[in-house]
C-alpha cells in the first residue's frame, strides 16, 4: 500500500513559477512509475507528466513540454513537478499518481494508475 500526499501548490500570476512535491509513503518507491495529471472546474482529469525508475525515462503531455519538468528523489520517495512559465489555462488540481511495474516504463493514462493522492490546487492569474 503507498499513500501519496501533494503540496506545492498556491497562487501564481502568470509567467511565474511553482514545484510541487509529492511524498510517498511505503517500501520499494524506486519500482513505481509516477504521474502527474491534472483537473479542471467542469473538465475530466488529464494527464501532465510521468516518469519511470530512471530519471531519464520521462513522457510530458504538449501542453505543458518545455515548460513543466517532472524528476524523482528515491532517497527521498519524492517526485516533483517543476512548473515554470505559468499559464491562466495551468490552472487545476494537481494530482500525483503511482503503480508498481515490473520494468523502467511509464504511463499516461489515468486509469493504469492504482494510487492516487489528494490533489493541490494551482492557480495563475493573468
Known amino acids: 500500500q503507498v499513500q501519496l500526499v501533494e503540496s506545492g501548490g498556491g497562487l501564481v500570476q502568470a509567467g511565474g513559477s511553482l514545484r510541487l512535491s509529492c511524498a510517498a509513503s511505503?517500501?520499494?518507491?524506486?519500482?513505481?512509475?509516477m504521474g502527474w495529471f491534472r483537473q479542471a472546474p467542469g473538465k475530466e482529469r488529464e494527464f501532465v507528466a510521468a516518469i519511470g525508475w530512471s530519471a531519464g525515462n520521462t513522457y510530458y503531455a504538449d501542453s505543458v513540454k518545455g515548460r513543466f519538468t517532472i524528476s524523482r528523489d528515491n532517497a527521498k520517495n519524492t517526485v516533483y513537478l517543476q512548473m515554470n512559465s505559468l499559464k491562466p489555462e495551468d490552472t487545476a488540481v494537481y494530482y500525483c499518481?503511482?503503480?508498481?511495474?515490473?520494468?523502467?516504463?511509464?504511463?499516461?493514462?489515468?486509469?493504469?494508475?492504482?494510487?492516487w493522492g489528494q490533489g493541490t490546487q494551482v492557480t495563475v492569474s493573468s
Open positions: 511505503g517500501r520499494a518507491f524506486s519500482s513505481y512509475v
Open positions: 499518481a503511482a503503480r508498481r511495474t515490473p520494468a523502467d516504463i511509464y504511463y499516461y493514462t489515468a486509469q493504469l494508475y492504482n494510487y
